[in-house]
């Protein structure tokens, strides 16, 4: 079996099952199922031994919890389980924290920097990894890609670190967005995959992979994740 295959089916899987869920009239119960499909992909691409779950990140300002779409606990975290699905967990405890969007706009992302800003703030030690998850994208690429450090060159249609810039989301450790809309660039689509480079020696820039499926690269990452 071909495992490239295997990605562009989940990922495509994934988009369907979204389109899909816009039958849902509750805007609450539409997000929530798309959060599960993302949830059920993670834990099947892991065979099942690991657990995503839903909840609460407890913070030293209560004003600033809020429902957390995905989290990953690190082994043995201590929870408070209210339901099955729904968890309370203190931010040291957390190993990754993902926002799902259905179509993000600037004002979503800016709200994630700020709430995995706070989450961090809250960690003595070691730090959760906090990105986004993005069906799709209600900004142009390339104009986003300039947020995290990346200047589209339209000559050589490439794209390129460009230092002088200024991170606007330096909370957000990873953005994978699976749009699949067309786009005038090489790889034809919206899709893309980052990954901050969370180093000791770090500069805070991003690592930009545009290898498609991004879902795969998003998966790659959490298996790294996991083996630390």
Excluded: W
Excluded at 43 to 67: A, C, M, P, W, Y
Excluded at 133 to 144: A, V
């Amino acid at each position: 079996m071909k495992f490239e295959e295997y990605f562009h089916y989940t990922e495509k899987l994934l988009n369907a099952q979204s389109n899909v869920a816009e039958v849902i009239q509750h805007m609450g119960i539409r997000g929530k199922v798309r959060e599960f499909f993302v949830k059920e992909i993670i834990e099947k691409h892991f065979n099942n031994k690991v657990t995503i779950s839903r909840g609460i990140v407890n913070l030293d300002n209560e004003e600033d919890e809020g429902q957390i779409d995905l989290i990953l606990t690190s082994d043995y975290a201590l929870v408070a389980a209210f339901t099955p699905e729904d968890i309370g967990v203190n931010a040291e405890d957390c190993k990754m924290v993902i926002e799902v969007k259905t179509n993000a706009i600037s004002a979503d992302i800016e709200a994630f920097n700020k709430r995995a800003k706070t989450i961090k703030q809250n960690c003595l030690e070691s730090k959760p990894i906090c990105g986004m998850f993005c069906y799709k994208i209600d900004i142009l690429k390339t104009t986003l890609l300039e947020r995290f450090g990346y200047f589209h060159d339209s000559e050589f249609d490439i794209y390129t670190v460009d230092g002088n810039i200024e991170f606007d989301y330096p909370h957000i450790d990873f953005f994978v967005c699976i749009d699949q809309t067309e786009f005038e660039d090489f790889t034809g689509t919206s899709e893309f995959f980052l990954r901050k480079d969370t180093s000791e020696i770090s500069d805070g820039s991003y690592d930009l992979s545009e290898n498609l499926p991004a879902l795969k690269d998003f998966l790659k990452m959490i298996k790294g994740i996991l083996k630390n």
